[in-house]
Every structure is written in structure tokens, then in C-alpha cells.
């Protein structure tokens, strides 16, 4: 037991506030036990993680029991852990963090009421975690190294005393982003390159498709303007729309919300799709949208109905028409191995040579067709996410634990470039910024490009006199990542600021003149 | 409480103020309808107090009852006339009728006089602002389009009309929101009233996607206008209500009113008061979780599909076993039978995930768990078809709801013939019932085909008084009246069986 001070440390600590997982993890003789294993001294970081590859929301993730069994590591000792923890020291990017939070440069309520969960490596949780300032938050982050930061919502009174409120109405949820969470495993039915966490370039457009439809219609229909996409480390994306307005959204408008996003519903099998003609603008205008994709990424790299019997569960059942199915399943056995885009185009090829019955309408092959391609291209949300004012989502630029990669955000413009195989890595990191160090300018990694040209300059890396100090996110391809959330969040502060000169209450030509005003 | 406007208060010279009686601008009533924001604050006798009350009383005890028997709104309209007129009559200010003030005075102040007799549980004040609203809205149906336009104006809803510009600029996007069907939809988008509001106000139109939303603002048709207006005046209502019932303890009545405002609310006792646990056991049923497969014969379509559906699936969604969970606990099913009875029917979980995932919802619905006030109350009381029929229609892949109301026609065919329901005449009947929207009648009719025989001679015998062959507006109330007809044979038999002996 002496020498595992630190974990001791982090157990005494946890185990007020701790909130395990599951009931069966982390109880108290739970963490005796493993305290007293905790003398394995070489342990991978994927090997750590094992057995949790369930992405997010896994609250109760079944893999608990057999994490809670595998020994707690000495934190001081071991080799991933330095690894987290020279992320959290040099790479982490504090200050905007704290920006993006606090709207505002100096310490608010909206930073220091804001719940923070941090998920241990002995795999309690310590929920109602809150922070005066980045500072105590990066001290507090670095002395119990969570291996998973989640983000609650701004509460009304500081979560940290919320046992010493008397009654109940002292300590409510008050304000959260609106999150959206896409994940590619709901996709399953319709991924044949791919399944269950694993994902490839083909199956990512799924995703890239569900960013352009949701971030069109929260632009558009509902006005907002700062929405924050954010990779999550292995098979999905969340989005975090941070207008003042989304964030103090009560619980039945973030319901409304949801559902009024949500068109693809109820289990893999049946008919999914159930929308009222004539359809609705957003849902007209997400068709348009999605058209091209549907024809590029899904029946040609996806070729969703190559086998008969996809074919049939997923393109068949759902047209209208006994005589034109027939037509059509009698086409596809007569030559097997026609692709998912041949048989689209056979639909309608079948329907115009008049392979139909006599009660047939045209319009109801184009709802059937509408509904096919909302089916296989819309975005499937998980709308458990977007309807509580409480529910926590892990934090932009923590590491996933299974695959190692940073939770970049990604910027919209550049949605196609964005490749989730290559994003930054922790160990990918740390290589790098070794790199720079020891060859200067010349094997700088090449996101670093501005540091990389200074180095070059001076001749050596020592030379730092002339040239402004460079942090060390800068110096790897961690870079353009930062810089973008950092215009995220200094448009975000540039809108809250003038939100607070206005008062909220005027119109919006009003706000420019009144901040141009205040800026001269 | 509502505190008295300041505005409304006459002024007083500070220096005399303490001596001075109390007292008020005489209200004003500029408009025939009204959200009853500000308390009466003139004297009246007891009798009007008390005669006002029992008016508005009789008025609203009787829309309940239309509602009851799924009256439609011109159907509605047309019984209330003649007792609005005689009880509580409200003439628009264009009548230039010469009661105008005191007729609006009795309706002002017969409001408040029952919002105080109703605000004491839950229960009355949900059914109280209930057909609050129903007569609200029958007067808003009906009032001058003038009038009503000059008195929304006045609600400051916060509302901003759409130019014809913007309409014609909009027409295609606003036309697909319109309604079922193609054709002239361009000329209706004119012709309609449209207003722009922001859709946080309006969640229930975004969650279906009803309306058109640009930039945050949503795009409100005139009919649904009254829709908001309905909401609106639901909420102040429910919301004064509350307040009310936190004062309540502190009104310190002498024995003047309270009788009468307890009298008022005892009268105001209708059929879907609620089942308790205890109160609609049965004397001699045998109410345990493996019965339940042979009481099924006694349930409503809605329980019986549920039961069904769990036999099929072993599983059964939230607002499913919900509704069920509560229907069972009301027909007195205890709560170890409740676990012993899901444990057994969600036959394809583990008991972990069980124990995890289901058991605590039953609990909860026990009120074994949860809040205090849950605890206290003994957790929820089963839905009545009234709940069940207008909250939360079931979505792909539940079985909650009324199979009347949310069945299509062709599935709630096949789900009578499979319950035994095979008779054409009565097919037919619940066909154009559930086409007229009367879900209670059709529920009615499978009831009394299914017991005709024992119905005639439970008749035949006065065994049954009338009351108790009213229209069931309960599930639990379906049970109750099946299981006891039926068994009316059997007690009668075993009873003829012993005298023989």
C-alpha cells in the first residue's frame, strides 16, 4: 500500500463524490482490491482500454465489470500515463477551452456553475466537478489525469456544494450547448464496407452527409450561427450549437427540436421513413442536398442492395406497386450481381416501360423513392442526447481511450477534407513535437508552418529571442485544429459580448452598429 | 396570488392611508372574453358568491360530460347554447346589450370563486382548467372576428404578422404546411392569416414539423393561432392555479366560505375520477401475476392489445408498460406480483438487465421509489381512456395508446376478429364510430356485443343499476363491469349448486 500514494490519492478523492458506472463497479472493497493489484508495472495504453470501445453515451457500458478487475496503474510510473500527461500539459488547449465555456474573457458563472465530469482510470466517475478558473481546472485535470472529460450543463448554483442546498429548486440545470450526436453504428443496416466501431473513408460520408443536412437546417430554419462539429475519436460526430439562445433551451423545445430532425425512427427491418406529403421545406430542401451524395456514396461505394435479400428488406418492400416488384425481383434474379445504382435506375426504367399494375400512381413511386433515399442518406441522430438540459457529452480534445486519436473539432467549410483516419494521435503527437525540437525547421511537422519557417530562420531551435513564443500545439499537426476552434470561440465571445451591450433585445442591425460603436 | 395592479389601486394621501378603508378602481370589461388575470376586487353577497359559483359550475359540468360522451365541437356548441344562455350568457360588446357589465362581472368573478374551490389537488385542477379551456374555446369560436382579433391584440403574444409580400415571396415553402392534398394551394397561402413567432414558443407545431421555420422565427397558419391562444390561456391558467394551491393553507377563511367552496368542489365529481390500488379490487378475484393471461379476457382493446403484444414479444416499450403497469396495479395487482409478473413475461432478458433496465420504472410507478411526494401518493394512478386518447400517440414499434383512435382501420379489424369480435353489424358500427372520432362509443359497443347476454339478463334481473351501466370512460372501469358480469353466472351457479347440495 505504500507505494501507491498517488492512486491512494486519487481513490480518497474520488470516492466521495465518485459515481461508478454500473453497481457493480467501483464500490468500495472494489477499490481496496484493486488498489493492492496495482503493482503491474507495464501496461499499453490499448491495453488499458481494452474492452472499451464503446464510444459515448455507454453509461452503463457492459465492459465495466472487466475494466474494474484490471489494476489500477501507478500514475507516476507508467508510460501512458506520461504520455496523457504531457498532453494535458502541453497540448491541451486550456485557454480556449475556457473561452468557449465562459463566453467572456473573465471567470463568469457560466464557467464556474458548469459541471464537469472526469472519468478515472480505476473507472469511477467523479461527477459535479466544477472549476473557479482554467487554472484550478488544468491543476485538477492534471493531478487526477482522467482518461475522459465529459461536459454537463451550467447549473444555478455551484455543482461542487450541490449537497448543501436544502431544497431542490436551489440547484437546477440552467443552461447547455444543444448537442447533436451521429454515430456510425446506427448506420449498420445500410454499411457494407464496414460495422459495429470500425470505420473506413466510405462509411465517414455517412457522417459528412448528416453535418451538411444539420448544420443547412440549424443555419437556416433555426438562425443559429456558431455550431461547433467535433469528431469523437472513433466512429461519430457531435455537435454543439453554442448560440445563447440554443443554450437556454428547456427540456421540451430541445424535445421539439429533436424530433423535428428526426425522420428515420423504430427498428432496422420495418418501414423507417413515415413523413407527410406534401413534405416539409426542411425535408424537401435535405433531399436536395442529399441527392448527389445518395448516388455517389451510397449506391456506388456503399452498394447497400447487392444481395437479393438487402434488396428486397431495404429497396423492395418499400415500393409501391405488386406488379412492379414482381417485374423487378424477376429482373435481379435473372442477373445476379447487378449493382444497388443499375437497380435504382431500373425502378424507373420497369415503371416508364409500364411493368405496372392498373391501380398504379406515378406519385406514389416518387414518395415511395423520396422516402428509399431519406431511408439511406439522412443523418439517424441520437436524439437522447439533444433533449436534456443534462445530459453530459464527452469534451472537444479529449483523447479517445480505444483508438488514441484527439477529439478534433471539424471545420465545416473543409467538410470533405476532413479524414477521421488521420487525425492527430497522442502518440502521433508527442513524436512530432520531438521531431521539431531536435531537427528545427526542417522535419517540423508540416501543420506547423509558420513555426517551422521561423525555425528555419533562426537555424536552430534555440534562438528563441526574436521570434514570439511558440507553444508546442503549434509545432504538430495538432495545429490547424486549435487555430480553428480558436476563431470558433472568438466569434462565439465577439457575439456574446455584443449580446450583452444590446441587452438581447434588439434586432440585429442594431447589434452591429452598437458594436462597431463600442470597438472605436 | 395576483397582486393587486398598482394602477388600479385609488390613491390615498399617505398620511391618512392607514385609516382609510381599501378601496379599487370599479373593473372594466372591454372585451367579452378574457384570460382572467386580475382578481374581482368588489364586494358581493353571499348568495351571488354562492348562486354565481353553481352556475358556472353547472355550465362546466355539462361540457365535461359532452366531452364524455365525444360530442364534436358544432355538436357541443349547439347543446351548450341554451345553457349558456340561461346560466351564464356573455353578449359581445357590438350587442349593446344593457346587462353587459353584469354579465361579465358574474363571469369574472364566478371564475375566480371556483379557481379557488378547485385549486386544492391535482387532480381538480387539471380537470378544472380542463374545461376552463373547453368553454373558453367555445366562446373564442364564436365571438365576433373582430372582437376576438381586437382582444388577442391585447395579450401581447408577442406575434408579427406576415406581409403579403413575404407570403407571396414564401408561397411554395408555406404552402407545404397548409394541409393534406395538392391544387389550389397558392390562393389558400394568401388567403391565409399567417403570423411569425419564435419557435420556442410554438414546440409542439416544430415537433411535428407543422409549420415552416426560417430563422428561428416559425410560421404560424391562423388556425393554428388559436391553437396558441388555447396554450396560452392553459398555462396562465395552470400556473395561477398553482399559486393558488400554495396560498390556499394560508387563507384564513372563517367558516363563511369554505363550506360552500368545499361543498362546490364536491359536487364537481365525474366519471374519470381516479382509481386508487385498493379502492377497484375485486371481492373474490383472483388478481396474481399468472392469472393475468385468463383476465385478459376481461380487457379493453387498448389492455388487451398491450397483453398481446408482451405475449409476442416478450417485451413491451416505455409509455407501454406504462399504461399497463397501471392498469394492472388499478385492477389490483400488488407490487411483487407486478415484478413476479414483468420478470416472467420479459422471458428473453437477463434478470441483470432486468433488475437494471425495468424494475425500477415498476417500483416507480408503485410509488415505492422516487420523490417523496411519489412515495407519498402511492406513485401514479392508472389513465383513463381520457389520457390515454389525447397524450402521446404511439410511434413505430409501441403498443401504448387506444387501438381505436390509433389504429389504422384495416389493423383494428384484425385486432377484433382475433379477440373474438367477428360480427359484421358491430364491425361496421365501430367503423363509423371511429370515423366520427367517437373512440369512447366504439370501445362501448365492443363491450356490450361481447357481454349482450350477460348485459340482457344483469338488466333483466335490476341486478345493475343504471349508473353502473353508464358509458365506461375508464379502462379499469372496463375490467371491473366485464369481470363482474361475467362472474354474476358463476357466483350464481355455484351458489344454486351448494343450495342443491
Known amino acids: 500500500m505504500v507505494e501507491t500514494d498517488g492512486v491512494q490519492g486519487v481513490a480518497a478523492n474520488a470516492n466521495p463524490t465518485a459515481e461508478a458506472p454500473s453497481a457493480q463497479a467501483a464500490a468500495d472493497a472494489d477499490m481496496g482490491v484493486e488498489i493492492q493489484q496495482a503493482k503491474k508495472p507495464e501496461i499499453k495504453l490499448e491495453d488499458l482500454f481494452e474492452g472499451m470501445d464503446s464510444d459515448d453515451d455507454d453509461f452503463l457500458g457492459s465492459n465495466n465489470q472487466l475494466n474494474a478487475k484490471e489494476p489500477a496503474v501507478e500514475v507516476d510510473h507508467d508510460p501512458s500515463f506520461e504520455l496523457l500527461r504531457i498532453y494535458y500539459q502541453r497540448f491541451f488547449p486550456w485557454r480556449y477551452m475556457f473561452q468557449w465555456l465562459n463566453h467572456s474573457p473573465v471567470p463568469t458563472n457560466d464557467f464556474k456553475h458548469r459541471e464537469f465530469s472526469l472519468w478515472l482510470h480505476n473507472d469511477a466517475v467523479m461527477r459535479y466537478q466544477s472549476y473557479a478558473t482554467s487554472d484550478l481546472f488544468r491543476k485538477d485535470v492534471l493531478r487526477l489525469m482522467p482518461r475522459r472529460i465529459e461536459i454537463g450543463p451550467v447549473y444555478t448554483a455551484d455543482p461542487i456544494d450541490r449537497k448543501s442546498y436544502r431544497n431542490s429548486t436551489a440547484f437546477l440545470p440552467m443552461a447547455k450547448e444543444l448537442c447533436f450526436d451521429i454515430d456510425l453504428t446506427d448506420y449498420d443496416d445500410i454499411r457494407t464496407c464496414c460495422d459495429k466501431a470500425n470505420i473506413c473513408n466510405k462509411c465517414w460520408k455517412f457522417t459528412t452527409m448528416a453535418i451538411k443536412v444539420m448544420d443547412t437546417a440549424l443555419r437556416e430554419d433555426f438562425g443559429y450561427r456558431h455550431i461547433l462539429w467535433v469528431y469523437s475519436g472513433r466512429r461519430g460526430v457531435h455537435a454543439w450549437v453554442c448560440d445563447k439562445q440554443a443554450r437556454t433551451l428547456q427540456d421540451h423545445q430541445r424535445k421539439a427540436m429533436a424530433s423535428y430532425f428526426e425522420v428515420v425512427s423504430g427498428k432496422a427491418g420495418g418501414k423507417r421513413v413515415n413523413v407527410r406529403r406534401p413534405l416539409h421545406p426542411h425535408l424537401s430542401r435535405s433531399i436536395d442536398l442529399l441527392k448527389e451524395h445518395f448516388q455517389r456514396d451510397v449506391l456506388e461505394a456503399q452498394d447497400p442492395w447487392a444481395s437479393p435479400e438487402k434488396a428486397d428488406a431495404l429497396l423492395l418492400q418499400h415500393l409501391p406497386d405488386v406488379e412492379l416488384r414482381e417485374a423487378l425481383r424477376k429482373k435481379w434474379d435473372a442477373s445476379p450481381g447487378r449493382t444497388s445504382s443499375s437497380k435504382w435506375a431500373d425502378i424507373d426504367a420497369l415503371a416508364q416501360a409500364g411493368a405496372v399494375g392498373a391501380a398504379f400512381d406515378p406519385k406514389d413511386l416518387l414518395d415511395a423513392k423520396q422516402d428509399i433515399l431519406l431511408e439511406h442518406a439522412y443523418p439517424r441522430l441520437d436524439i437522447a442526447v439533444s433533449q436534456k438540459l443534462n445530459h453530459l457529452l464527452k469534451s472537444p480534445f479529449v483523447i479517445h481511450p480505444g483508438t488514441g486519436r484527439v477529439c478534433v473539432p471539424i471545420d465545416r467549410r473543409d467538410l470533405d477534407g476532413f479524414d477521421p483516419l488521420n487525425v492527430p494521435t497522442l502518440q502521433g503527437l508527442v513524436r512530432e513535437v520531438d521531431a521539431w525540437r531536435g531537427g528545427g525547421g526542417g522535419a517540423a511537422a508540416e501543420g506547423a508552418a509558420s513555426g517551422g519557417g521561423e525555425g528555419a530562420g533562426g537555424g536552430a531551435g534555440g534562438s528563441s529571442q526574436e521570434v514570439k513564443h511558440v507553444q508546442d500545439w503549434e509545432k504538430t499537426s495538432l495545429k490547424p485544429y486549435i487555430e480553428y476552434f480558436r476563431s470558433f470561440v472568438t466569434a462565439l465571445m465577439k457575439d456574446e459580448r455584443a449580446a450583452g451591450v444590446k441587452r438581447e433585445r434588439e434586432e440585429d442591425g442594431d447589434v452591429e452598429v452598437k458594436a462597431e460603436s463600442l470597438d472605436f | 396570488m395576483n397582486r393587486i395592479d398598482v394602477k388600479r ?457 343504471a349508473a353502473q351501466l353508464e358509458t365506461i370512460v375508464h379502462p379499469n372501469e372496463y375490467f371491473k363491469r366485464s369481470y363482474l358480469l361475467k362472474n354474476m353466472d358463476k357466483q350464481k351457479e355455484q351458489g344454486d349448486v351448494k343450495m342443491e347440495g
Open chain 2, 9 to 465: 389601486r385609488n390613491v390615498v394621501d399617505h398620511r391618512k392611508k392607514q385609516f382609510a378603508d381599501p378601496s379599487y378602481k370599479e373593473t372594466q370589461y372591454p372585451h367579452r372574453l378574457s384570460f382572467y388575470s386580475t382578481p374581482p376586487t368588489a364586494d358581493i353577497t353571499l348568495e351571488q358568491f354562492e348562486q354565481w359559483a353553481i352556475d358556472r359550475l353547472r355550465i362546466l359540468a355539462e361540457l365535461e360530460a359532452c366531452s364524455f360522451r365525444n360530442k364534436s365541437p358544432a355538436e357541443t356548441a349547439l347543446h351548450m347554447k341554451p345553457l349558456l344562455d340561461k346560466y351564464l350568457p356573455l353578449d359581445a360588446s357590438s350587442s349593446g346589450h344593457s346587462q353587459l357589465h353584469a354579465q361579465r362581472q358574474k363571469d369574472h368573478y364566478s371564475h375566480f370563486i371556483l379557481r379557488l374551490a378547485f385549486a386544492s389537488t391535482e387532480d381538480l385542477r387539471r380537470r378544472f382548467n380542463r374545461v376552463e379551456t373547453m368553454l373558453f374555446r367555445l366562446r373564442f369560436q364564436a365571438d365576433d372576428s373582430r372582437e376576438r382579433a381586437a382582444f388577442v391584440r391585447t395579450l401581447n403574444l408577442d406575434w408579427e404578422p406576415v406581409s403579403e409580400d413575404e407570403k407571396r415571396e414564401l408561397s411554395l415553402q408555406l404552402a407545404t404546411t397548409i394541409g393534406f392534398g395538392y391544387g389550389k394551394r397558392a390562393q389558400q397561402v394568401m388567403d391565409e392569416d399567417w403570423c411569425k413567432v419564435d419557435w420556442m414558443r410554438v414546440p409542439d407545431l416544430i415537433e411535428g414539423r407543422k409549420v415552416y421555420v426560417k430563422g428561428g422565427k416559425a410560421y404560424v397558419p391562423g388556425r393554428e393561432q388559436q391553437s396558441m391562444v388555447l396554450n396560452a390561456f392553459t398555462k396562465r391558467l395552470e400556473q395561477a392555479l398553482e399559486q393558488i394551491a400554495g396560498a390556499l393553507p394560508r387563507l384564513d377563511e372563517d367558516d363563511r366560505l369554505t363550506p360552500i367552496l368545499n361543498h362546490l368542489s364536491k359536487n364537481f365529481i365525474a366519471p374519470d375520477s381516479s382509481y386508487t390500488g385498493s379502492g377497484a379490487a375485486i371481492e373474490g378475484a383472483e388478481i396474481s401475476a399468472r392469472n393475468i393471461d385468463n383476465l385478459s379476457q376481461h380487457f379493453p382493446m387498448c389492455m388487451n392489445h398491450l397483453h398481446r403484444s408482451l405475449r409476442r414479444d416478450a417485451h413491451l416499450k416505455h409509455f407501454g408498460r406504462l399504461q399497463y403497469t397501471l392498469f394492472l396495479k388499478g385492477i389490483g395487482l400488488n407490487l411483487e406480483e407486478a415484478l413476479a409478473f414483468w420478470r416472467s413475461s420479459f422471458n428473453k432478458v437477463t434478470d441483470d438487465t432486468f433488475n437494471k433496465e425495468y424494475r425500477y420504472n415498476v417500483r416507480h410507478s408503485y410509488g415505492d421509489v422516487g420523490g417523496d411526494s411519489n412515495r407519498r401518493s402511492g406513485g401514479y394512478s392508472p389513465y383513463s381512456c381520457q389520457r390515454i386518447l389525447t397524450e402521446r400517440a404511439p410511434g413505430p414499434g409501441e403498443a401504448h395508446g387506444c387501438p381505436y383512435r390509433h389504429f389504422s382501420l384495416e389493423n383494428l379489424t384484425t385486432l377484433l376478429r382475433a379477440s373474438g369480435v367477428t360480427d359484421r353489424a358491430v364491425l361496421h358500427g365501430v367503423k363509423e364510430d371511429t370515423e366520427s372520432q367517437k373512440f369512447h362509443m366504439a370501445c362501448n359497443r365492443v363491450f356490450e356485443h361481447v357481454h349482450k347476454t350477460e348485459l340482457k339478463r344483469a338488466k333483466d334481473d335490476g341486478v345493475m343499476t
